[in-house]
Each structure stands twice: as structure tokens, then as C-alpha cells.
């Protein structure tokens, strides 16, 4: 089924299925082989070379999704990322990263690019300026990540696009945060956009993936590292992240109505010293989100009065689950220094601004009155226990 001037929720719903022709049942079916015949067949199939029937089809929704011509699935967002990047980088090349990335990014270029002979810049912000100021001659990929993780900073998608362009330099996008529900990356100039799909892809806490997608031709070559990384899914796990995807933007839409609800209210906190939400006005990204995106997310950050102890917070919430990862329909607070960002030292995690008593905050379904009611009785109890003390 073609794609052509679908909507989102028929996109998400219908692109990509299988068509159950013994049975007809309503929902693709599941192709467990991992061995298939390689006579007189077309394509010969296998597991590693991302060519199964649930992996072609699942292939066809993605790439839908992001208004590409071809996506990859891989078995986690850093297997998607490190893939992509090793696609692009060789021995002598480099690579400008922004700043405010995701942790697990961070620790792949400092501990595995100088193995193989890589460079890598960190910006020192995330303005487009920041990245022309690290490119180097033998530059080959600038990386961009909006809104970042776990500081929603906002970068202009379209502006690092125009650079990488008129430096003839790849573009490549960690567009996990925002979800293709609110923002195509490509339809800005990005070559190509990476997820970690165990997010908002998967929706639900109980998958592990990832996606790389791009035109036909940047794929083909992630295609060839791919197949010698080994990064590949297994067909349940495949079966269940099409499922999944059916209701990808129902889900996100209401999550982005929950988080705004919420950093309004925690904006408005004695309790809260600051809020990072690109939806509010005073974000500093705000008018710029508004112009590359299409929902302003499910994500936000926030810092806790240092009076208020965020470990015994955490201890006391009962509703919303100190719980890692982000993007289920549940919704979860962490914090960034024990966790996401935890292999980063403590002197670059201040260089980002990313403070020991930050916490984010990933937005589930629920109703907000429960998750406002949640985090006050929270806070009341650290309250009381530091009068008691």
C-alpha cells in the first residue's frame, strides 16, 4: 500500500502490513523462519540481511513515517546510531557532534572513535554556528540531536542541513525525542535520521530497537555494515514494534498534551526551580520548535528546590515509576547522572548543564490531575521528613 497523501494514523496503521491471504485475519501475520529456500526464489532471505517478510514490511512503515525512501531495523537505538556512524567515518575522517546528546552516543565516540583512527568535536553549544566552527577538511559527518536528551534543547534542523550541504558533509539526526509524529527531519534537508525505537516507536516499555532511515542509496550502504555488525531483530520483536506503531501517533499526540499540562504546572511550582520544555514561551527554543515541529513533545526536565532530596523524591512517588528509559504510555521520572547520562564524567556532564539534582520526566496517557496529585504528595513527605530530621 503506497503512502501517497495518507494520513498519519492510516500510515501508522496500514503502510507496510502483510496481507494474510490463508486466513484472512485482520492484523499481519508472524514469519518465525529463520532459514528460507534460495533456489528459484527472487530473494534469499535471512535474518542478518534485514530481509525477512516482517522485517520488509515493518522497513516499508518506517521509512513511510519519515518520508524516506528505505529505513533499516536494527535490535536497539545505539545499534541504529553506531551503525549509521561507522556507515560514514573511516580511519582519518571526523565528526562534529552536538553537545547535548544522549549519553550512550557520547560514550560511543570517546571510548570506540580513537580505536579506529576517527576524530570527533563536541560543540560547545547547539546553535549552527557552533557546528561550522568545528568543521574541519576532512570532516564527513556533522550530528545533530533535537530536541536533545535530556535538556530539550532545540536546534535548527534546517540551518545544520543547509551547512552540512554547502560543506558537502553528511547530515545525520537522532530524532528519538520528538518521534515522526512531531518532526520530519528529512523534510528539512537531513540525510539522514536515527531512533532508538524502544521509545515512542515501541510505546509500551517492552521492546528494544532500533531505526536508520535515509534515501535508497545512503541505505544501501548502511545495509553493508549492517550485515557485517550483525545488528538485526528478531521477527517477534519485529512483529510486535509494527504492532505497536498502529497507535504511535494517538499515543504521542496525547503526550504531548500531558506534558505541556505538566510544565506548565511545574513552571508555575514554589517546589520547581526550572523547567526545560521547548513548548513553553520562555524556553529558548521555543519559537524555533514551533517552526520545525509539529508537537512540541512528551519529554521534559526539571530541578527540584535543593532543599527537596530527588532521591527520596523518587522513593515517594507512587503513581509515576522512577523507572529507566522513557516514552511508554506510563509515565516515568529518572535521573540523567545515574543513568542515561551516567558513563559521561561529572565534568562533562556540567559542561552540558546537566545537574545532579535534574530529573526527567517522560509523560505517559494518564490523567494529568493524578500525576500533579502524585508528585505533591511526593514532595510533601520529603518535606516532612527534613522538618523531622
Avoid at 106 to 122: N, P, T
Avoid at 123 to 149: A, H, Q
Avoid at 180 to 189: K, R, T
Avoid at 216 to 232: A, H, N, P, R
Wanted: glycine residues 8%; aromatic residues 8%.
Amino acid at each position: 500500500m503506497k503512502n501517497d497523501k495518507k494520513g498519519l494514523n492510516t500510515i501508522c496503521t496500514h503502510v507496510g502490513e502483510l496481507e494474510d491471504k490463508e486466513f484472512k485475519g485482520a492484523v499481519s501475520p508472524l514469519y518465525m523462519g529463520t532459514s528460507y529456500q534460495f533456489e528459484d526464489v527472487a530473494v534469499k532471505r535471512y535474518p542478518r540481511y534485514y530481509n525477512t517478510p516482517n522485517q520488509e514490511a515493518l522497513c516499508k512503515k518506517l521509512a513511510a513515517l519519515e518520508h524516506t525512501e528505505a529505513a533499516l531495523i536494527f535490535g536497539s537505538g545505539m545499534a541504529a546510531i553506531s551503525t549509521a556512524l561507522m556507515t560514514f567515518l573511516q580511519a582519518g575522517d571526523h565528526v562534529v557532534l552536538q553537545q547535548t546528546i544522549y549519553g550512550g552516543t557520547y560514550h560511543f565516540a570517546v571510548s570506540q572513535f580513537e580505536r579506529f583512527g576517527i576524530e570527533y568535536s563536541f560543540t560547545t553549544g547547539w546553535e549552527v554556528e557552533d557546528f561550522e566552527k568545528e568543521i574541519k577538511p576532512n570532516t564527513k559527518v556533522l550530528y545533530l540531536e533535537t530536541p536533545s536528551n535530556p535538556l530539550l534543547t532545540i536546534t535548527d534542523v534546517q540551518g545544520v542541513a543547509d551547512l552540512a550541504k554547502k560543506k558537502g558533509i553528511l547530515s545525520m539526526i537522532d530524532n528519538t525525542f520528538a518521534s515522526p509524529v512531531n518532526q520530519n527531519p528529512i523534510d528539512f534537508g537531513i540525510d539522514v535520521v536515527v531512533h532508538s525505537a524502544t521509545k515512542y516507536m515501541g510505546g509500551h516499555s517492552d521492546i528494544c530497537a532500533g531505526v536508520v532511515a535515509a534515501s535508497q542509496e545512503l541505505m544501501d550502504k548502511v545495509w553493508q555494515t549492517g550485515i557485517c555488525f550483525g545488528g538485526s531483530l528478531s521477527e517477534y520483536t519485529v512483529w510486535l514494534l509494527e504492532r505497536s506503531l498502529k497507535t504511535m501517533a494517538i499515543r504521542v499526540k496525547a503526550q504531548n498534551e500531558n506534558a505541556m499540562k505538566m510544565a506548565t504546572y511545574l513552571s508555575q511550582s514554589k517546589d520547581v526551580d526550572n523547567v526545560y520544555y521547548p513548548g513553553l514561551k520562555d524556553h529558548p527554543g521555543h519559537e524555533l520548535a514551533k517552526s520545525q515541529m509539529k508537537g512540541f513533545g512528551g519529554m521534559l526536565s526539571f530541578e527540584l528546590n535543593p532543599e527537596i532530596n530527588a532521591s527520596l523524591f523518587f522513593k515517594e512517588l507512587k503513581l509515576i515509576k522512577p523507572s529507566m528509559s522513557l516514552a511508554g504510555i506510563e509515565s516515568t521520572m529518572l535521573s540523567p547522572t545515574q543513568t542515561s547520562h551516567a558513563l559521561m564524567s561529572p565534568e562533562d556532564r556540567a559542561k552540558q548543564g546537566i545537574k545532579d539534582s535534574l530529573i526527567r520526566f517522560s509523560l505517559g496517557i494518564e490523567e494529568t490531575e493524578d500525576l500533579i496529585a502524585d508528585i505533591e504528595q511526593a514532595i510533601a513527605k520529603v518535606k516532612s521528613m527534613t522538618v523531622t530530621a
